[in-house]
């Protein structure tokens, strides 16, 4: 997590300062002056980014103090204080968009997991996210939706097995596939397989998946395919796939399936509002 948080904070202010630094600051702003500033909420939201912002100050003037009010992971609300920082008042405005910009988007994608968690609630049901997210920031945004309450589903092509339609079309079909992962695969590795109905359910099941993604599937035939999966394997697990919005994710928990997954936790999170004020030293 250290790594990527240090990549991710350097491709982030080499993009905004391109090897010339921050031209206004430098032209408008003595070298000598000191601030302190504030980092507010201007909306509820779930706090995400707080390293990396803090990653971010410290590349920028290490000189500087930036001391986090919240944890990741805390709720707040409108006017809420999140960071106090002091130092030159040129690397603080130079850090600050840079700062704001990470907060505001892993804020974002944290207080749309909370959401989507919410709308669940009481259900068993458990939302999670999918490999739709930002190029290289994966790993961020993942841990946001972990801190608003929902689950990450596998990280990426390595570590599970999903055989969906595309490889069912060229593996020859859902036993075909599920043969040759068989032949092929460690014993340890999770092997899940997308099914659009009910004949390749019954197969999937046969042929020993461990999780069946039911895809783009309207509630009402979701929940047939769920009462037919659990009287032929009650403990397979369930997931649900395919356009899930938070509108009608509860419809969609409500038919019995395990996981729900959608990439509207990452893909579809607004940004949140954030905000510095900087004060000058007296």
Not at 77 to 101: Q, W
Not at 141 to 147: D, F, I, N, Q, S
Not at 194 to 214: F, H, K, P, S, T
Not at 216 to 233: H, T
């Amino acid at each position: 997590m250290e790594q990527a948080t240090l990549s991710l904070v350097r491709r982030a202010l080499a993009e905004d300062l391109a090897g010339y630094g921050d031209i206004t600051s430098a032209s408008a702003v003595p070298p000598d002056l000191r601030g302190s500033a504030v980092i507010t909420a201007r909306e509820e939201l779930v706090v995400c980014g707080l390293p990396l912002a803090q990653a971010a100050m410290n590349a920028v003037d290490p000189t500087a103090v930036f001391t986090p009010l919240v944890t990741d992971g805390a709720v707040v609300t409108d006017r809420d204080r999140l960071v106090a920082i002091e130092g030159p008042a040129r690397s603080i405005l130079t850090a600050e968009r840079t700062m704001l910009n990470l907060l505001s988007h892993f804020s974002g994608v944290a207080t749309q997991s909370r959401r989507f968690a919410r709308a669940v609630d009481g259900t068993g049901a458990i939302v999670v996210d999918t490999r739709k997210t930002t190029p290289g920031l994966r790993v961020w945004e993942k841990r946001a939706v972990a801190l608003g309450g929902c689950h990450n589903h596998r990280f990426g092509l390595f570590d599970m097995i999903l055989v969906k339609n595309n490889h069912l079309a060229a593996a020859g079909g859902v036993r075909a596939a599920m043969n040759r992962v068989k032949a092929s695969h460690p014993h340890y590795v999770k092997v899940e397989v997308e099914v659009e109905c009910e004949a390749d359910l019954r197969e999937a099941i046969a042929c020993g998946a461990d999780v069946i993604m039911l895809d783009n599937q309207a509630p009402e035939s979701l929940r047939r395919l769920v009462e037919v999966a659990r009287e032929i394997a009650p403990h397979v697990v369930l997931e649900a796939s395919g356009g899930v919005s938070l509108v009608g994710v509860r419809a969609v928990a409500e038919t019995g399936v395990d996981l729900i997954s959608t990439s509207a936790l990452t893909m579809g999170a607004p940004p949140v509002d954030v905000g510095l004020t900087l004060t000058l030293a007296g």
